[in-house]
């Protein structure tokens, strides 16, 4: 029998938006946790050069993965050797890699809920079970070392990520280094989700590596990089996993694109440019934490990295999908529902994504702060 899958209702959202869009309506697009912004100049130069001069094919870039390779020691102060880089499609095919490498259908893998809707419905497709850890205001809305300590019977896997989708929120390296520990101790595999590293606003997030050599850590050129339909990403591997994880990519995934590989070698060295999209989004962020305690949202989880505001609407709905359908319909603001990340406290949570330019956001919060102030709970028939 087939896996049952859930729906990701952000795209029922954004389809609406754009049939919307269609008809006139001018539209804001927060529902998705994408860059508006494009890949880095530099890198678009390099690929407009290859176009020209590359029939490319088939290839997986030696230059690449010795950069990334760089980066981890830079960044991090890690050393891994190319050869644990495998580039992929993006973050997802890299998900998809590390399960089937670490598991066998039936295995339990445990992830925080609130959590990125793919894992839970990845995890499913793959006949593996999802052991979903909730991950309350008490938690700053992550997994702890607590929680999986109390996990009976241990599960064979745990999936972190830190900064998270769609919280923000990101892990402290103390409590990092404790789940490491916990996991260690009860032969956990973790898999660690890293695609929004470089989109800190207190610090540096920590990588799993610094503590642990056995973790499978999923990269990508979609977020910091803002490259998410040039399809670029990367899965470190442990040495004991290389064979294993080359045999799948090999035989589900080839390769990633040649053109996105090449560009991707240039971004690495867009600093400031790429710099310069973070600092819009700490403005963003700031604008959006001042206006929507003001318009009743006062309980949002800490939104430490990536581009997200996770925010409670529990005092005006029980349907966030319905929430996010009519605040679209009414203003053009286009957001996600909760129900993708939690199934079950999601109907009360929706999640704004300004990943998108500053006046844009301004626009969305001239917007909202009318439609919000009409807003009341309906009540409960006798």
Sequence with gaps: MTAQIDPFHAIAISRLAHKLRTEGRSIIHMEFGQPSTGAPAAAIAAAHHVLDTD?????????????????????????????????????????????????APGARVAVARPGYVAYRNTLKALHLVPVELNCGEAERYQVTARAIEALEPAPEGLIIASPANPTGTIIEPDELSAIVAVCKRRGIRIISDEIYHGLSYVGPARSALQDTSDALVINSFSKYFSMAGWRLGWLVVPTDLIDAARARMGNMLLTPPSLAQHAGLVAFDCREELEGHLATYARNRDLLLAALPAMGLRRIAPPDGAFYIYADIGHLTDDSLAFCTRLLQDTGVATAPGIDFDPVEGRHFMRFSFAVSTDRVEDAIARMEPWFAQQSRPAIPA
């Design 55 to 103: 029939g490319m094919g088939y290839w997986e870039s030696p230059a690449l993965k010795e950069r990334i390779a760089q980066h981890y020691r830079e960044t991090y102060g890690v050393t891994i050797d190319p050869e644990q880089l495998i580039l992929t499609c993006g973050a997802s095919p890299a998900l998809v890699l590390a399960l089937s490498c670490l598991f």
